[in-house]
């Protein structure tokens, strides 16, 4: 399978696609599009073909302890994005009309990747088990957390990360911003945080700083499969989750591929710069709806669309 879905002209400048990252993930996900749309079956089967493991068993059945492994979460959230993307475009032709841009948070960057042409699902689906690895490897070698800081600009995060030895991860909205590092810097930049005014602090259950300097063996692990995947122009510009600016050119994706294992997700900058540049409906594709949260809260006129499962996936437009 090399291909996936042919975007046509002419482009709706107003609209964007955008796609969910570690996180989205829940055990049923996906099960009423299998069972419903042989286009979606045919995707989840590719992938358990191509992983050599029944993905759409974890997926459609758990057990949950398994489906949240960064390893499994990272193609299976994918996977099922894409086969929403798959359904919603036989089902509402319209959505086959280039939108202006595609964006996707973190490993969601590799769904955007593969709806703009610029990356097969086969490589897509490869890649990310490779990085899900390296990054659960990673955070084996290098122990680390995240955790949530709401109420403090970036600013104040940036100074009380520096106080604490702790990093940026996420700049998910203004306000909203994921931090991490080893744990115990995680836990006085959290301290930090409360006495400079933070309206509340989470700390996050994963396995890893993803994100930061602590996934560097993860990011050198990603140069080479990166730099052997077939990977075109993208059709449909990019928002790059490092810099939050477009990108098609073949070179400038790999790069970012790479980057973006060990760099801060600019997330709240990528919906700003959609916004700026007439983005006025976002169509999110996949388990959950917290990007669509985000961009209603940024961007309060928004139109945003969430197509999460077997009913939603009828876009009304």
């Known amino acids: 399978m090399t291909g996936f879905i042919a975007l046509q002209p002419p482009v709706r400048r107003d609209r964007a696609f955008v796609f969910p990252g570690q996180g989205a993930q829940s055990v049923g996900m996906g099960k009423d599009l299998y069972e419903q749309f042989p286009a979606a079956r045919e995707l989840y089967l590719r992938a358990d073909e191509i992983l050599g493991f029944k993905l759409s068993t974890l997926c459609f059945e758990g057990p949950e302890a398994d489906l949240q492994l960064t390893r499994n979460a990272q193609p299976a959230i994918a996977v099922t994005s894409l086969a929403l993307l798959k359904v919603a475009t036989e089902l509402t032709p319209e959505l086959l009309h280039q939108p202006a841009y595609v964006a996707g948070h973190s490993l969601g960057e590799y769904s955007a990747l593969v709806a703009a042409g610029a990356l097969p699902f086969d490589e897509a689906i490869r890649l990310l088990r490779t990085r899900g690895e390296l990054m659960q490897a990673a955070g084996d070698k290098n122990p680390g957390t995240l955790a949530a800081v709401l109420g403090l600009d970036i600013t104040d995060?940036?100074?009380?990360?520096?106080?604490?030895?702790?990093?940026i991860c996420n700049v998910n909205a203004p306000g909203q911003?994921?931090?991490?590092?080893?744990?115990?810097?995680?836990?006085?930049a959290l301290d930090y945080a409360k006495a400079r005014g933070a309206a509340k602090v989470i700390p996050l259950s994963v396995s890893g700083a993803f994100h930061s300097s602590l996934m560097r063996p993860a990011g050198d692990g990603m140069v080479q499969p990166v730099a052997t995947a077939a990977i075109e122009a993208a059709v449909v510009p990019v928002i790059a989750n490092c810099t939050a600016t477009p990108i098609s050119d073949p070179l400038a994706i790999r790069h970012e591929l790479v980057d973006q294992v060990c760099r801060p997700v600019q997330w709240s900058s990528t919906v700003d710069f959609l916004g700026e540049h007439g983005v006025e409906t976002f169509i999110e594709f996949g388990p959950g709806r917290v990007l669509s949260a985000i961009i209603k809260?940024?961007?309060?006129?928004?139109?945003?669309?969430?197509?999460?499962?077997a009913t939603s996936v009828r876009v009304q437009l």
């Open 157 to 167: 995060c940036e100074e009380v990360c520096r106080e604490a030895g702790a990093e």
């Open 177 to 188: 911003i994921v931090i991490g590092g080893r744990r115990e810097a995680v836990v006085r």
């Open 297 to 309: 809260r940024m961007l309060r006129k928004s139109n945003c669309i969430n197509v999460n499962d």
